[in-house]
């Protein structure tokens, strides 16, 4: 029997989703946390629900980022992964849902129309609704998708990114980092975009582009705190001590 199909079985998914999420707690517990900008959960409150928005690749810490008055769902793929990636954020209590940010003719068929709709509703519960920005196998390049998603909702869209001092990146088409436990972990925050819900094709392309760019900048934000390259990020002060 292959590899591939050993992992189909639902108690193989299951299990390696545990030990995933369990060992991505580990390295939360491990690591000195910091956030910036520091009064961010003060500052967003007002603004809940919203839209997460996040690189593949660079997610595997973002459970962290949630409180327990947080009510949050996450945008996960149908595919094999993606039941792992289900069964760990489950677990971690990010609610998942099931769908795709695929284009074309795969948008139907992988489910990208369901889980739009289930994110419009989740919001309209009061749900925060994560979800990578960039289209699947187009690394770093925002999609229209979650600019729609704000939109439609009118919710805002808060680029997100999450970086630790120690980690290995993956030689994937997404540059996915797993996160390595005793060192420092970070978590910077964009200013919000918003899109007006008559933002016409050429607004919204407006708004596509201005995620991307602060989603990178965002990233860069976030390695430079964890690396120590921040010279104006204070580790220990309310943001440093604060528990996601």
């Not at 797993?178 to 407006?206: I, K, M």
């Amino acid at each position: 029997m292959s590899l591939r199909r050993f992992v189909d079985f639902p108690w193989v998914q299951k299990s390696i989703g545990i030990v995933a999420a369990e060992y991505l707690r580990f390295v939360r517990r491990t690591c000195t946390f910091g956030i910036d900008p520091p009064d961010f959960y003060a500052r967003v409150r007002p603004e809940l629900p919203a839209i997460v928005a996040m690189w593949h690749g660079q997610h595997f810490m973002m459970p962290f980022l949630k409180r327990k008055e947080h009510l949050v769902k996450v945008l996960i793929s149908r595919h094999r992964d993606g039941e792992i990636n289900a069964i760990a954020a489950d677990r971690l209590g990010i609610e998942p849902i099931r769908g795709s940010g695929s284009r074309g003719r795969d948008f139907l068929k992988k489910g990208g129309v369901a889980g739009f709709k289930q994110m419009l509703e989740a919001l309209a519960a009061g749900y925060n609704v994560a979800l990578t920005a960039d289209i699947p196998k187009i690394s770093r390049i925002a999609g229209r998708g979650i600019v729609e998603l704000a939109r439609v909702s009118g919710r805002p869209i808060y680029p997100v990114a999450v970086a630790t001092s120690r980690y290995v990146e993956l030689n994937s088409w997404d540059r996915s980092v797993l996160n390595l436990p005793f060192g420092r972990f970070a978590v910077a925050v964009g200013e919000p975009v918003r899109v007006g819900q008559s933002a016409d094709a050429t607004a919204v392309e407006q708004a596509r582009r201005l995620v991307e760019t602060r989603l990178n900048a965002t990233t860069e934000r976030a390695h430079a705190i964890a690396e120590g390259r921040a010279k104006d990020f204070i580790w220990g002060h309310a943001g440093g001590r604060q528990l996601a």
